[in-house]
Structure formats: structure tokens, C-alpha cells
């Protein structure tokens, strides 16, 4: 197939191309290599790209694209020079904190290059159009494990209210022009290339370092922590499968999981909670030195627990996330210290 990937400079959107090339995928990769975080980083994983495209096999192909997906005239360009059979939307402006100091950064790239991706994906007819979504969804939501049946109208951040908006969006355009669409609610995402405004990127970097960790709600707090290995083979399995209406579905009592329309909601979480005290243990383990822990408050839009519901995905795709903590943070560790070379 032809594949779009949007964001392939990023963490996920760099580990799925990946996984694409090496099956035999044709891929062409949009992104903006924005400076929300060094962009050396993202260059690099576009240099591993490209060295990787330098293999393949005859006939396949891989283009590179520096573009703004809020630029519809960019969006309408690239759609008209080349035909998808998927589209893997993954470019977004990331990060809760952030979305609190810069809002209008995420009406830019959550709002109106979605919009500008749903009207490209509408023309052009494609197959499937896959997207990410975020477990900041579920907000103040605290029956756990998080459920993709359950409501979802309470974000604590504004960055969870543009993925929710993403999800309603999507739906509006499965129920108008029967386009099928499938969102993915990432957990907590780690690993090998990941983001350095992400916790094991900065405490491994500090505790390396010998600086203090600041470490928020004393570290109490929980999350579904999911190795990116595990989040690509999720995203690939859930683009390949095509989503249909819902013969089962019922306008007096509507699931928000699926629809009439061909429409649908996944998590992808490790359905295993961590504690974040814990997840630094396995840091300091990895790294093979304590960190030096700065207890400090909650912070302002956080949830204080996560835990993914996946029974979804695993009775569509037939997987199921499953990589311990241990095994992530040391791949994660043993990355970093040959990128940085300490």
C-alpha cells in the first residue's frame, strides 16, 4: 500500500514509518519540524530514515515532506501529486503543560490542520483514515480501567479538548461521507527516540547528570505507561482493519466507541498502571545510579491516574500491548546513552 504519515518526524510517527518500510509499504511523511523541541532530534530520526529508504525493495518508495498541514493549499498538493490507500494522521502540537501557556499553537495544529486532513482525505476518497487521539481524553473521568464506551466531556486541559474535538470532527465526516475513521487514545507513550519533554527523557538526563528530578505529586500518581513498540503494532494492526458501521449500535442509547457510521474508537495502553515512584526505581535501575527525587505538588491538568481498557482492540486486531516497564526504560536507557554518547 501507500501510506501518508503525518508527524514522521516525531517519536511515534518516526517508529511507524519504520515498521511500514520494513514490511513493503510505500510511505510519503509530512511534517513541519516545528522547534516545540530540538530539532536535532527530529533530523536525526529523518536521517534514519532515509537511510533506511536507501534499502528498499523495487518499487517501493519513501518521500519526505517539510510542510505545514495548516496550510490547505500544502494539504491539497500533496493529495493531488499522490494517491493514498491510508492515511496515518500523527502530527500534533503535543504536550498538557504546554497547552496552558500556548494555546492558539494547538487551534493551529489539533484544529485546523485536522480539519485541513479530514476535507484532503474526503476528496481524495481514501481508504481509512487512522489518527491520534490521547488518554487525556478521559479527564476527570476516574472509574477505572478507562473504557472507550465511557463519556469523555470533562478534559482537564485544553490539549484534551482539541483530541476529543479531533474524535467528534472524525465522526461528523464518517456520518456525512461515509469515510471511515479510527482514532487511537495513546497511554503514556516511552522508548527508544522518544520526546525530551517527556519524564524518562529528562530524569534519565538528570540522574546521569548528577541534577535533581522534580518529581509531581510526590510521585503517587499512576499512568499506563506503553512502550512505543507496542503503540506501532497497535496503530499498524488498526489502520489495516477498515471500520464499518455498527449494525449493533442504537440512537437511544449510543456507544461512544463506535457509531451507524464507519467510525471508531481504540485505547492502546499497557492495561498495567504504574506508579510513578516505581517507574523512576526502574530508571535509576536501568541507568545504575539513584536520582536525587525533588517532591513537589500536582501540577495543573494532570490526571492523577490512568489505566487503558483494551479489550477493544485486542477483539478487532487480535493484540494486546504487553511490554513491562523493565524491558521499555532499559531499551529507552541503552538508547540514549549511545545518541548521547555518556
Not at 519540524?33 to 529523518?46: F, P
Not at 503494532?233 to 457510521?261: C, H, K, L, Y
Not at 491516574?305 to 477483539?315: K, N, P
Amino acid at each position: 500500500m501507500k501510506v501518508l504519515v503525518t508527524g514522521h518526524a516525531g517519536f511515534i510517527g518516526f517508529h511507524v514509518v519504520q515498521r511500514l518500510l520494513a514490511r513493503g509499504d510505500s510511505v510519503v511523511g509530512i511534517d513541519n519540524v516545528n522547534d516545540y523541541y530540538d530539532t536535532g532530534l527530529k533530523d536525526a530520526r529523518l536521517s534514519v530514515l532515509e537511510s533506511q529508504a536507501a534499502r528498499l525493495e523495487a518499487g517501493q518508495t519513501y518521500t519526505s515532506l517539510r510542510a505545514n498541514l495548516a496550510d490547505r493549499e500544502v494539504v491539497e498538493r500533496c493529495f493531488s501529486e499522490h494517491r493514498f490507500d491510508r492515511v496515518i494522521h500523527l502530527a500534533a502540537q503535543a504536550g498538557v503543560r504546554y497547552s496552558i501557556e500556548n494555546p492558539h499553537a494547538y487551534v493551529e495544529s489539533n484544529l485546523i490542520a485536522f480539519t485541513n486532513m479530514l476535507e484532503a482525505c474526503r476528496y481524495a476518497r481514501v481508504g481509512h483514515l487512522t489518527y491520534a487521539s490521547t488518554s487525556s481524553v478521559y479527564g476527570a473521568n476516574t472509574a477505572m480501567p478507562f473504557s472507550e464506551h465511557q463519556g469523555v466531556d470533562h478534559p482537564l486541559q485544553f490539549y484534551a479538548a482539541t483530541k476529543r474535538a479531533n474524535e467528534l470532527m472524525a465522526h461528523s465526516y464518517s456520518h456525512l461521507f461515509a469515510m471511515p475513521t479510527t482514532g487511537l487514545r495513546f497511554f503514556t507513550v516511552y522508548g527508544p527516540w522518544g520526546r525530551p519533554d517527556m519524564a524518562l527523557f529528562k530524569f534519565t538526563r538528570n540522574i546521569l547528570s548528577g541534577e535533581p528530578i522534580q518529581v509531581f505529586n510526590e510521585g503517587r500518581h499512576t499512568r499506563d505507561f506503553t512502550y512505543v513498540d507496542d503503540i506501532v503494532e497497535g496503530v499498524i494492526r488498526a489502520s489495516d482493519q477498515v471500520p464499518t458501521a455498527n449494525p449493533a449500535w442504537f440512537s437511544d442509547r449510543p456507544d461512544p466507541a463506535t457509531s451507524s457510521a464507519p467510525f471508531r474508537i481504540f485505547n492502546i495502553g499497557n492495561s498495567s498502571p504504574v506508579q510513578l515512584n516505581d517507574y523512576i526505581d526502574a530508571i535509576e535501575e536501568a541507568v545504575g545510579k539513584k536520582a536525587i527525587r525533588e517532591l513537589l505538588p500536582a501540577q495543573p491538568g494532570d490526571l492523577l491516574d490512568t489505566f487503558a481498557s483494551v479489550e477493544e482492540l485486542s477483539r478487532a486486531t487480535g493484540y494486546k500491548p504487553s511490554t513491562p516497564i523493565s524491558v521499555g526504560v532499559k531499551a529507552f536507557v541503552d538508547w540514549y546513552r549511545r545518541y548521547y554518547g555518556v
